[in-house]
């Protein structure tokens, strides 16, 4: 049985990664999507352990401690953290997984899976980048321009991935992303 692909999609605050990840996941079920620890707090309607694993601070450095996170970052005042006993699992069962992290996380995962695939979801613009994160409605003018510059820094990233994105309309942007998947399933690997 051959191993999965290790998929890592990365993008700016508020570029619509989560939209964009929910929408694959229901056209490609057999997707498997790692769900993230981290120290924020639920927005509304977020629920423990589908959104996120909600973790205290405590809670998160003892899973550092205990090497249970394949990979982790501080982002905007908080932890975010990729489990990674479920990482391995699902990849040594043969199927793909998602993860859906910011730029520091996916340089990490790089290091430890250079044949990941690595794709940058890029908003059409830093105009539209900066309505959607207001649009969402649940951060505090201090945390946009924060999440804003770190945007900015993001991008200047780019060139640590393999696939850049667009996500003008979610149903093209997933329709990019299976065309990548297909494509990386028919790579011949030397
Ligand atoms: P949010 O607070 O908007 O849910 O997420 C903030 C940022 O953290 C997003 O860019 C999101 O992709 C990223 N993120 C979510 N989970 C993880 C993770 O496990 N590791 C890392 N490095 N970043 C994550």
């Known amino acids: ?14 570029v619509g990664k989560g939209t964009v990840c929910t929408a694959l996941r229901s056209q490609v ?11 924020r707090s639920p927005r509304a309607g977020e629920v423990d352990g589908v959104n996120y694993f909600f973790k205290t601070r405590e809670q998160f450095l003892e899973m550092i ?9 501080e982002y905007v005042g908080n932890y975010y953290g990729t489990p ?9 069962e043969g199927k793909d997984i998602i993860l859906e992290i910011e730029v520091q996380g996916a340089l990490k995962v790089k290091e430890k899976f ?11 613009s830093l105009d539209e980048l900066k309505d959607r994160i207001k649009g969402r409605g649940t951060e505090s003018q201090d945390t946009i321009d924060h999440r804003m510059s770190v945007a900015v820094d993001e991008i200047n990233l780019l060139q640590h991935y393999d696939y850049a ?17 297909t494509a990386e399933h028919c790579k011949i690997r030397k």
């Open 1 to 14: 049985m051959s191993k999965g692909l290790l998929i890592v999609l990365s993008g700016p605050s508020g």
């Open 165 to 181: 994105v667009v996500n003008d309309k979610i149903e093209l942007a997933c329709e990019r992303i299976q065309s990548i998947i």
């Open 84 to 92: 990674r006993d479920f990482v391995e699992k699902t990849l040594a």
């Open 29 to 39: 079920p057999d997707l498997v999507y790692s769900v993230s620890a981290t120290t």
């Open 65 to 73: 401690e205990h090497d249970q996170l394949l990979e982790y970052a």
């Open 114 to 124: 250079p044949d990941g695939i690595f794709v940058f979801l890029m908003p059409p």
